[in-house]
């Protein structure tokens, strides 16, 4: 019985699992990529705070972070211009020291039925949620490559796999980000950088507000859910902090569903 007391309360992996590692997590001033930041603060890691255009809500979270004892940098920049993602990783990797995680969270959607789609709809969506890792992750790749690795998280979606009406682009863009992953898995593993999607289903932030403010849609959301409710940000974070740590060293090229079991549900969406 005596060795009970000695026994930690929360197994020791757990604990500060990214101290001493550098992560960059994109879109990270809302939604599942500011419960990212936090969380991977939460376990050591130093934090950089991508946004987009004004700096107030990359700065809350960066004061929520020092807050809490942890290490944050706020990160302007548009995904999709390779002129900011450049300076963005170089300033950050100047900042921290290293990259050795980065989190393509960014990600916009548009609604609207697909004989009525326009092409700036269409470029819009391709640029931020495909050309946007796309430029990160070379970025972040090639500083990963001489430092000895890394781990390239994506926030992609269950529409990587499933159709989802009125949202081609989307499910385009995350579509292409699945193959992204499964082709860079492989091209990167000889540099010892792991590649893996993370697919959320209905998560509370703000990209669905939408149907979550509207209480009829809301409740056919939740009956698509086996597990009869809609996700936290939270519950997005703490798988990619387990991804990001050494824990999940040896996962690579695959997809991690985070749904409730929203893509099995027959007839679902
Ligand atoms: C979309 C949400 C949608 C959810 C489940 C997510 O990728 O961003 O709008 O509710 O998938 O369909």
Redesign the pocket.
């Known amino acids: 019985m005596s060795t009970l007391r000695h026994m930690p309360s929360t197994p020791p992996s757990q604990h500060r699992s990214l101290q001493g590692k550098a992560a960059l997590v994109t879109g990270a001033s809302s939604g599942i990529g500011r419960e990212i930041a936090l969380e991977l603060a939460r376990r050591g890691a130093v934090v950089g705070v991508n946004y987009i255009g004004k700096p107030d809500a990359a700065q809350e979270v960066v004061q929520a972070i020092a807050n809490e004892q942890g290490k944050a940098l706020a990160c302007e920049a548009d995904v999709s211009k390779a002129a900011d993602v450049t300076r963005m990783v170089s300033d950050f990797i100047k900042q921290a020291g290293r990259i050795d995680v980065l989190v393509n969270n960014a990600?916009i959607?548009e609604e609207s039925p697909f004989l009525e789609k326009t092409e700036e709809e269409w470029d819009k969506v391709m640029a931020v949620n495909l050309k946007g890792p796309f430029l990160c992750t070379q970025m972040a790749a090639r500083s990963m490559a001489k430092t000895g690795g890394g781990t390239i998280i994506n926030i992609s979606?269950?529409?990587e796999d499933?159709p989802?009406p009125g949202?081609a682009s989307?499910c385009a863009a995350?579509g292409g980000l699945r193959m992204l992953c499964r082709d860079l898995a492989l091209e990167l593993a000889p540099h010892k950088i792991n590649v893996v999607n993370v697919?959320?289903?209905?998560?509370a932030?703000p990209?669905?507000l939408r149907?979550l403010q509207d209480p009829e849609k809301k409740l056919a959301?939740i009956r698509?859910i086996p597990l009869g409710r809609i996700g936290e940000p939270s519950d997005v974070a703490k798988l990619v902090c387990y991804l990001a740590s050494d824990d999940a060293s040896y996962i690579t090229g695959t997809t991690v569903v985070i749904?409730g079991g929203?893509m099995h549900q027959t007839g679902?969406?």
């Open positions: 990600g959607e979606s269950v529409h499933l989802f949202y989307y995350k697919a959320p289903g209905a998560i932030t990209i669905n149907t959301l698509e749904d929203l679902s969406l």
